[in-house]
């Protein structure tokens, strides 16, 4: 367990890049003697490394502070696909091995599952079990604030599971194991990704949206993930876009999942009777002047724009990121979009809030849940 300013000097190193003793004390407020004992005791445990740089090439090299590669390591395990992915990356987030194992919706014969897996990845990836911190894990659900109780998730069909910690139970008991294991919600853990490694590394407010069978959601104000008093901040799958519409499976009526996600695309451009799979298929065909396409993609580009135009309003973020599946956010759903969250912002508002697509890349998942733990180890 790192201690309070131990963990501080990492996260500015993490954060900001390499760093000399001198710059690390100024922005904890302390003197550079002051500094030498915990950068020592990092140094001698191997989380840190000394490097010499001279950036301008002249007069005395000065000592920078980085985080070296493959010493201290994560573990990844999501539960988003038809099979769980495990991932193992160190702490700058570069892959070692990755592993799969079967989907259980039983708690107890996933667990023996996950748990079987994590000393093979730990042997494929040739390091030695001490070296990895910690274990995250990723989920469709909601998620306690603790980051230890799954209170439901409809994917899993579960309701108050305490995975985390029986997993973590499990790897001591059978494998001698001693890892924390941090649970995390599917678009929280993206959200997290971004921040400490893509492309909200330098942001501190900022969206992630997910657009998948079902539309999540994840929000960073101030620099730290956003979950309100109940964990449902911002939760815009089922925000009202369509009052007293079609029923939603949350219970309620006309929600944003109802028209927008890819499920509802594609139940509408069923009914229409439309060749379309996915919201690519529908893109060619509305390029093409199909005009059932052009529709549905107006209705769902519209609805999103709105739910979006409300969150500008409420949160006033420098940037949202849309992940999608290839093809899932382009053309004219994107545009119809766009358009639409310019026409429901205050007009001193609009343009100021940048729209980044984010393809879901091989692997997104379990790496998404490997950088819960790292956000834990270093944040929390
Ligand atoms: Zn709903």
Not at 9 to 32: E, N, P, V, Y
Not at 193 to 205: M, P, T
Request: hydrophobic fraction near 45%; proline fraction near 4%; aromatic fraction near 4%.
């Amino acid at each position: 367990m790192l201690e309070s300013q131990q963990q501080h000097i990492l996260r500015l190193i993490h954060s900001g890049g390499a760093q000399s003793r001198t710059d690390l004390a100024k922005q904890l407020g302390i003197s550079k003697a002051a500094i030498s004992q915990p950068v020592r005791k990092l140094l001698e445990q191997g989380i840190l490394l000394e490097t010499d740089s001279n950036v301008s090439g002249q007069g005395r090299p000065s000592v920078r502070l980085v985080l070296p590669d493959a010493q201290q390591f994560f573990i990844g395990v999501s539960l988003l696909d038809d099979a769980v992915g495990l991932l193992l990356v160190d702490i700058n987030g570069i892959a070692y091995a990755f592993e799969q194992c079967p989907l259980s919706r039983d708690p107890n014969r996933l667990v023996e599952s996950i748990g079987a897996h994590i000393p093979l990845l730990i042997a494929a990836a040739q390091i030695t079990a001490e070296q990895v911190m910690s274990v995250g894990l990723a989920l469709s659900g909601v998620v306690d604030s603790a980051g230890e109780l799954c209170l439901k998730s409809t994917l899993l069909d579960w309701v108050d599971v305490p995975i985390a910690h029986m997993l973590s139970d499990y790897l001591a008991e059978h494998h001698q194991l001693a890892l924390p294991v941090y649970l995390e919600n599917d678009a929280k853990s993206l959200a997290i990704d971004e921040h400490v490694f893509g492309l909200a590394k330098e942001v501190n407010d900022f969206t992630l949206i997910t657009l998948g069978d079902g539309i999540g959601s994840a929000h960073f104000i101030r620099g730290e993930l956003y979950r309100g008093a109940h964990g449902g901040a911002g939760e815009i799958a089922h925000t009202t876009v369509e009052p007293n519409n079609l029923p939603c499976r949350c219970g309620k009526r006309g929600c944003l999942d109802t028209v927008s996600s890819v499920l509802a695309i594609r139940e509408q451009a069923l009914e229409a009777h439309l060749p379309a799979d996915c919201v690519a298929d529908l893109e060619t065909l509305a390029a093409s002047g199909d005009s059932a396409a052009v529709r549905i993609l107006h209705r769902a580009g519209n609805a999103l724009g709105l739910a979006l135009a409300n969150i500008i309003q409420i949160n006033d973020p420098q940037l949202i990121l849309i992940a999608h599946a290839q093809g899932g956010f382009q053309g004219l759903f994107a545009t119809i979009v766009k358009q639409s969250m310019a026409a429901n912002v205050l007009p001193s508002m609009v343009g100021k809030t940048e729209v980044k697509p984010l393809l879901f890349a091989p692997h997104c998942w379990p790496h998404a849940a490997a950088s819960v733990a790292i956000y834990h180890y270093l944040y929390q």
